[in-house]
């Protein structure tokens, strides 16, 4: 059958963070006919995003290279790459494929990747085209949609993409008093900003998880010298990511999944007692239960979901989402002089009496409030907002009060199918409009990492393109 006639598809991606970039990359590595594709992303750079633009060494992807490749069909491809492009960062024991890259040498392999995939497929009719724009807004047009730019210029395709990565979130009210102050750090990936505070004797770090890593990485990679206490709500610190644990039989039955937050609670910590039993290692569990997650959270109701984020997300959070064990040790080391310590506790006020910042924190353990003295504080819960109601954006809001988008019932992004589908506010699919990452947290839970974003792009291409012949190979 003959297309010649036929208007070339077009598909738009909005937004031009990780997720995108590899949207984009495998959306032109599997089309073998025509196709319009366009990223609209105000950044030069594409496939950056927040996390992999940090130019900061010390700044690792939280896993060895092994893990990380763009292609599944060769693991080694990102550790190849890794080894030609190091230049003077040094490998582990194991080399290249078993140490963890710095993150901004991981997004310059996908932009160059991205790069190889469209110069391969001009040559099938392939075009692609970055606009450094942001949308404001997408409204249907008939069977196509239109994406109109902030520019007031306007945009149509048969599908869009909502890549759209994270937000920031409002500053809190206890905050308010010192906001703006140039001691207090909001964004932990600001170099100027942790240069302004190097000299400190006193920082307060809240939040434990990878982004406090990031900053003590940092801070001591300046030669910093004074005393860190970190808070947390739960004060679970990060784990570090050591040798892969040895393979363990699987613990998970696919036809008696769990179904409520107990359920899965109880069948993890007994498999863990039974492992520690043992004398092995309890993150032998976590190959069982990641590929799983996704099937676990959606068979899980709303009220389950909802439990799950109340009471085990900080938890989940840093058992999952390990340290690199490269970018851990600073925090260990900064602990072994007795200038690191970390502690449960909420805080609940924070000002400024001319000197130095004002602390006022009830402690977990025994309800206790007290006030401490810093020289300065860097917020590192990661600035993230996940509750579209509550983003401060112009395109978001606007997607909102038209209805073509409906925040999802768990608070977490938007309402979608499993395959990324977008459900507008009368629970209607709205026709060529899809999502994929950081907007499927409710959706899919985890949807914020790269193997995760790396799957759903798979799995997106080959639905948009359904009929079509095997991707370009890897090099």
Known sequence: MSHRNLPTRSIIIIGGGFAGAVAALKLISHAMEPLDITIIEPAQDLGRGVAYNTTEEVHLVNAPANHFSLHPEDPEHFSR?????????PSQ??????????RWLYGSYVGEELARAIAIASSRGVKFRHIRGRAANVVRDGDRLEVVLE?????????AILALGVFKARPRAQEAEI?????FVINPWDPAALDRIKNARDILLIGTSLSMVDVVASL???????????????????EARRSEPPERPDFLNDDALPTT????LRCVNRERRAIELEGGDWRSLLPHLRPRLATLWQRASITERLRFTRHLRSLWDVTLHQAAGASRIWTEKAESEGRFSSAAGRVLGLSHDGERFVAHIRWRTDGREETARFDAIVDCRGHQEHDWRRIDDPFVRRLLEQGLVRPHATGYGIDATRDGKVIDSDGHIVPGLYAIGHPLRGVAWESSSIPEQLSQAIALSEQLLR?????????
């Open 179 to 183: 906001t703006g102050h140039p001691r």
């Open 261 to 264: 937050t107990l359920e899965l």
């Open 151 to 159: 520019d007031g210029s306007a945009l149509t395709a048969n599908e």
């Open 220 to 238: 001591e990679n300046r030669g910093y010298k004074g005393r860190y206490s970190a808070i947390s709500r739960r004060g679970h610190l990060v």
């Open 81 to 89: 790459w890794f080894e030609r492009n190091a230049g003077d960062f």
């Open 93 to 102: 024991p194991g080399g290249f494929s078993q140490t963890c890259a710095p």
């Open 467 to 475: 009929d079509q012949a095997t991707p370009v190979a890897a090099e």
